[in-house]
């Protein structure tokens, strides 16, 4: 009887510590992974509002976490704005799921920063033709790399856009593998790579964008508040999850 306790105290022992054993090596490899998740699911920590609409600068987007999900809201009466990550961040890779109506139009920005002083700059827009304007843009405005979530028929989810600076820098005109990879009205995976000048972005692991650019080195990452402009567009939502980065050091 004896021996039969000692057997199995010695085996429940055993069993115990090689749990111990493989949890900790499962936490040392994921850290060796180098992932860290940007949204923890619960609450938005490590994010801040920010408001652009300079006509009503008291408004702000309409950003909350639900079922696991950074949900945005379509308010009337507002402009535009992002949430924003309280920390910069330069080389990376990004990967996050969105889910958006198909009213509205999104992105996410990357190395992104805010305007000291009155800027002016050449402006390619989102047309066909890829008209250029000169464009003035005041103190606190955005600018910085944003990736493209397009849901209209344009389709141009995933490209390359540069708000509050030069505008278009790669579309996907043209490109109709590009174009197809968006879903619109399901659940989208993106991934981006900026390492240096190297800029790529996949959708749905379909290549989009294989480009280089030097305009921004280190910024805050974003999840944009397009605005709203008709009533069809009002509390329409677009939905984040699963926001994952890894620096590159």
Request: proline residues 3%.
């Amino acid at each position: 009887m004896q021996s039969l306790r000692f057997f199995t105290r010695t085996a429940l022992i055993t069993s115990f510590s090689f749990f111990v054993i493989a949890m900790a090596c499962k936490n040392k490899s994921a850290n060796q992974d180098g992932w860290q998740n940007l949204f923890d699911g619960k609450t938005l920590n490590g994010w801040k509002v920010l408001n652009q609409d300079w006509t009503n600068p008291d408004s702000k987007p309409d950003f909350y976490v639900e079922n696991n999900m950074i949900v945005c809201n379509t308010v009337m009466g507002n402009e535009g704005g992002y949430l924003i990550t309280e920390k910069k961040y330069d080389n990376f890779i990004l990967e996050f799921d969105v889910k958006i109506d198909t009213s509205l139009n999104s992105g996410l920005q990357c190395r992104s920063r805010m305007w000291e002083k009155d800027t002016t700059t050449v402006y390619v827009a989102g047309d066909v033709n890829g008209t250029k304007h000169i464009t003035k843009w005041q103190p606190g405005y955005v600018w910085g790399y944003q990736i493209e979530v397009d849901p209209s028929s344009r389709a141009w989810s995933g490209g390359l856009y540069e708000p509050g600076n030069r505008g278009w820098i790669v579309t996907l005109a043209g490109n109709e593998t590009a174009r197809k990879a968006f879903k619109p009205a399901e659940w989208n995976h993106f991934k981006i790579l900026m390492n240096g000048s190297k800029i790529q972005t996949w959708v749905n692991e379909i290549p989009i964008v294989d480009t280089t650019d030097d305009m921004s080195s280190s910024g805050f990452i974003g999840l944009q508040f397009h605005g709203a402009y008709y009533d069809y567009q009002k509390d329409k939502k677009s939905m984040w999850k699963n926001i994952r980065i890894k620096e590159i050091r």
